[in-house]
């Protein structure tokens, strides 16, 4: 009985923590956003994100209506989340803008507390974000935002990581192993743009470059079709050279 007990404590922190950032998704979006919106956002797999939010639901915390989820009044009062959502739709509202020059999807993440967190993503119809219903925090391994996050930690946090979400190849393009990912990571300049090509999703390449944000590591990305992979490189030297303009709408994210 004891062995039951203390294998079922951390599955359960884990979903009250997947909860959570599912509410604070849905509270970022005014009008309700769908399971596969909320699931991209929260950095889980679609499956995961719908069982929650049918909880959720049931629980009166949310509600569905015409197919999008949406807060509860119960919720709604609650000002911190309230709060987090109108800055959330600040931030994507600045990275649409970026969007639309580059014709790529932009996407914003932070290290907190000790895992990924996917603040933002801009995309379109012309432009999809990249979204195959992994659990992104636990991919970090295989992507780009991934790569540029864990190369700003330090040895110790780079470690404890990995520790806790092993690396895993995910197509045939992946690195195999964990001594593969840390040379890479070991070999990235300060502010070197950091790229996968088919390491998180086959067809696909991306990049992204660090923010420097403090003490918090932080990064922008985009991501294109392999057939345009000629764009990458030039799109995200030059959302690099802009990252100097959108600190602003982006400093209030490293507190999150």
Request: hydrophobic share 45%; net charge neutral; proline share 5%.
């Amino acid at each position: 009985m004891a062995t039951a007990t203390s294998t079922a404590v951390p599955t359960l922190i884990g979903s009250v923590r997947r909860a959570l950032r599912l509410l604070e998704a849905v509270g970022s979006h005014q009008d309700g956003a769908t399971a596969k919106q909320l699931a991209r956002e929260a950095g889980l797999s679609l499956p995961t994100a719908y069982h929650l939010l049918r909880t959720l639901a049931y629980e009166g915390y949310l509600r569905r209506e015409r197919g999008v989820f949406v807060l509860s009044d119960a919720v709604e009062r609650l000002a911190c989340g309230e709060a987090l959502g109108s800055r959330r739709n600040g931030i994507a509202d600045s990275l649409g803008h970026w969007r639309d020059a580059v014709g790529a999807p932009v996407y914003f993440a932070v290290y907190h507390e000790g895992e990924i967190c996917l603040v933002a993503v801009a995309d379109s119809p012309a432009a999809p974000a990249v979204d195959d219903g992994a659990d992104f925090r636990e991919t970090a391994h295989a992507h780009a935002i991934g790569h540029c996050l864990l190369s700003q930690l330090g040895p110790a946090a780079r470690r404890d990581h990995l520790d806790r979400h092993p690396v895993r190849p995910r197509t045939p393009y992946s690195l195999p192993d964990r001594g593969a990912l840390l040379a890479r990571l070991g070999s990235l300049g300060r502010m070197e743009p950091v790229v996968e090509r088919q390491e998180y999703a086959l067809g696909t390449v991306s990049a992204a470059v660090p923010v420097t944000a403090g003490s918090t590591a932080a990064a922008l990305a985009i991501s294109l079709p392999l057939d345009q992979e000629a764009r990458l490189l030039p799109a995200v030297e030059w959302l690099r050279r802009e990252i100097g303009t959108l600190l602003t709408s982006l400093a209030f994210s490293i507190s999150i």
